[in-house]
Each structure stands twice: as structure tokens, then as C-alpha cells.
T-cell receptor, first 113, second 110 residues
Framework: DAGVTQSPTHLIKTRGQQVTLRCSPK?????VSWYQQALGQGPQFIFQ???????QRGNFPDRFSGHQFPNYSSELNVNALLLGDSALYLC????????????FGPGTRLTVL | GEDVEQSLFLSVREGDSSVINCTYT??????LYWYKQEPGAGLQLLTY?????DMKQDQRLTVLLNKKDKHLSLRIADTQTGDSAIYFC??????????FGTGTRLQVFP
């Protein structure tokens, strides 16, 4: 049973560029949440997708957007990258109606130069 | 607000018990979690407790919840070097949003 997978593992971009991160949820899960973890801090909630729609959003600007596909996989897009966007981006998956357990992927390390 | 606080660092000798503490301000969360993060890795779900419980034990892990004091703790019995990591407490808020603490770095020395 495959767990949560994310790609790529590492990414280096320059200021102003755009980036797309990808997440495949654990088998059988239908809900995907994205978190940003800056160095030395706890993860911060970005947004959550269920049934291909954004259900809830954290305190992040519109430069952060996402998408969920019919197979429940998800993308996180960040436009006009800033130095402060450098972080570990984590994806978590869960099953709607049984949301107690949220399982995280290994993350994508984004460095903005 | 949604403040979740943890002490930054804990150092214990191998074989001893570790106790990692977490305090929070919002008491409306239904579930409270402990996650483990090893260097360069994602978060591993260790255990969780429902808000109407006081204690939960899972092998070497014991979670204690004091709702009156808004205090959550994780006890690791017989701590091993492989337990060295950062431990995060997290609270489940509306629509499955997790609020994380700042993390406690556990160092286990021989």
C-alpha cells in the first residue's frame, strides 16, 4: 500500500518564477491538504482539497493556488516566487468522513534564490 | 487565537523516559496529535487522542491530556537513539485543518 508521495524532492527557483508541486494521496484517501514548513518552525496550513474543490484556506496570499484531479492527486502552484517562499512543502492525505488520521508525504524542499 | 506552544529542546539518556509537553489556548479541538519528524523527512503520525479522553497508551508511548489546564504531553518509555527527532503536537480544527506547535527537538545520548 503506497503512502503519500510528493514530487519533486527538491527544487531551486529564482525570485519571480512560478513553481508546481505534486502530491499523490495514500491509496483510498480522497482529501489532500497542503502545508508550508519554514526552517525551524511547525507546518502552516495552506489549503485543503476535496472533490476537486478548495474547502478551506489558511492565511496565504492568492499567489498560492491549487488543484485536485479526479484521481484525488493534487498540485500546489506558487506564482511570483519570493525569497520567503523557501520552505518544505508538505502534503497530507485523509479520508472524508474518517478524517482523524492525516498522513504526510516526505515533502518538497523549495529554495528560492 | 490558535497558539500551540512547546519547549524547544529536550535531552535524555538512552533507556530513560522522555516527556514532551505542549500547551494550547483553543479548547475546541476534537483531536490532538503527536507527529515525529526526522531530519530532512516528512511528518510521521505517532498517535492521537480524542478530546474526551484523559490518557492513551500505545506501546512505549503514553499521551496525557489535561483539558482544564489545556496541556498535552507525550511520554516515551525506554527512549532509544532512534527516537531522536523533532516532535510536534497538533490540534485538529474546523474542516480538518491541523494547527501545529513549534516542535521539540529530542536528543538521546548514550
Amino acid at each position: 500500500d503506497a503512502g503519500v508521495t510528493q514530487s519533486p524532492t527538491h527544487l531551486i527557483k529564482t525570485r519571480g518564477q512560478q513553481v508546481t508541486l505534486r502530491c499523490s494521496p495514500k491509496s483510498g484517501h480522497d482529501t489532500v491538504s497542503w502545508y508550508q514548513q519554514a526552517l525551524g518552525q511547525g507546518p502552516q496550513f495552506i489549503f485543503q482539497y476535496y472533490e476537486e474543490e478548495e474547502r478551506q484556506r489558511g492565511n496565504f496570499p492568492d499567489r498560492f493556488s491549487g488543484h485536485q484531479f479526479p484521481n484525488y492527486s493534487s498540485e500546489l502552484n506558487v506564482n511570483a516566487l519570493l525569497l520567503g517562499d523557501s520552505a518544505l512543502y508538505l502534503c497530507a492525505s485523509s479520508l472524508a468522513g474518517v478524517r482523524v488520521e492525516q498522513f504526510f508525504g516526505p515533502g518538497t524542499r523549495l529554495t528560492v534564490l | 487565537g490558535e497558539d500551540v506552544e512547546q519547549s524547544l529542546f529536550l535531552s535524555v539518556r538512552e533507556g530513560d523516559s522522555s516527556v514532551i509537553n505542549c500547551t494550547y489556548t483553543d479548547s475546541s479541538s476534537t483531536y490532538l496529535y503527536w507527529y515525529k519528524q526526522e531530519p530532512g523527512a516528512g511528518l510521521q503520525l505517532l498517535t492521537y487522542i480524542f478530546s474526551n479522553m484523559d490518557m492513551k497508551q500505545d506501546q512505549r508511548l503514553t499521551v496525557l491530556l489535561n483539558k482544564k489546564d489545556k496541556h498535552l504531553s507525550l511520554r516515551i518509555a525506554d527512549t532509544q537513539t532512534g527516537d531522536s527527532a523533532i516532535y510536534f503536537c497538533a490540534l485538529l480544527r474546523v474542516a480538518d485543518k491541523l494547527i501545529f506547535g513549534t516542535g521539540t527537538r529530542l536528543q538521546v545520548f548514550p
